[in-house]
């Protein structure tokens, strides 16, 4: 089976950094994935891992590091559009894709 | 323009009653799954189709089935739904994992349903 976490909540300040992290326990690995959903719509594909390392992509930048079976997804300046939940997701050896329960994002004034 | 398509985008229906979530992509996609998703559990997939006649159970695939006869078409069928079946339903397709393509999965809109 697989087990992954990330923080239920976050709150930033419009214009600041914030850093969601995320642990995942697999049988076998075949990639992480980080998703944007906002309330009643289809998850957006932000950004996507496979070997160690910093993923950057604008304003938005992820990280992986296999050995400790962590990720994080960091956005820069905020904006308040930025709220919404951020999903974390691991494709196994068999590639079934299975995600966190996501990290519900609020960006601030 | 590249779609993940999904009907009815919205029901409510009976204990019992047979019903079929379609989904279909025209992006020549091989791999094609269903998610189901509840407040405070996340995502959680159903089903999954590596290529046609070839499906997987995900992690909650009780009271659901799925058919992969053609290529652009996955459809969800809940042969007696019950009112613990009510949740969005998203279904998504990409290229064959692995493939550098594959890394990108398109998300149909989602299918609202209520089973009372």
């Known amino acids: 089976g697989q087990n992954i976490d990330q923080p239920t909540e976050m709150t930033a300040t419009e214009g600041a950094i914030v850093q969601i992290n995320c642990t995942y326990q697999?049988?076998?690995?075949?990639?992480l994935f980080w998703y944007q959903q906002h309330a009643g719509e289809a998850p957006t594909f932000l950004s996507y891992?496979?070997?160690?390392g910093l993923e950057e992509k604008g304003r938005f930048s992820s990280f992986l590091s296999r050995s400790k079976g962590y990720s994080y997804l960091l956005l820069k300046e905020l904006q308040m559009k930025d709220s919404a939940s951020y999903l974390c997701?691991?494709?196994?050896?068999?590639?079934?894709?299975?995600f966190g329960k996501g990290t519900s994002l609020l960006v601030t004034p | 323009e590249a779609q993940v398509t999904q009907n009815p985008r919205y029901l409510i229906t009976v204990t019992g009653k047979k019903l079929t979530v379609t989904c279909s992509q025209n992006?020549?996609?091989?791999?094609m799954s269903w998610y189901r998703q509840d407040p405070g559990l996340g995502l959680r997939q159903i089903y999954y189709?590596?290529?046609?006649?070839?499906?997987d159970k995900g992690d909650v695939p009780e009271g659901y089935k799925v058919s992969r006869k053609e290529k652009r078409n996955f459809p969800l069928i809940l042969e007696s739904p019950s009112p613990n079946q009510t949740s969005l339903y998203f279904c998504?397709?990409?290229?064959?994992?692995?493939?550098?393509?594959?890394?990108?999965?398109?998300f149909g809109e989602g299918s609202w349903l209520t089973v009372v």
């Open positions: 998504a397709s990409s290229q064959r994992p692995g493939a550098i393509s594959g890394n990108t999965i398109y």
């Open positions: 697999t049988s076998g690995f075949n990639g």
């Open positions: 891992n496979v070997l160690d």
């Open positions: 997701a691991v494709r196994n050896s068999g590639y079934a894709l299975n």
């Open positions: 992006m020549n996609h091989e791999y």
């Open positions: 189709s590596m290529n046609v006649e070839v499906t």
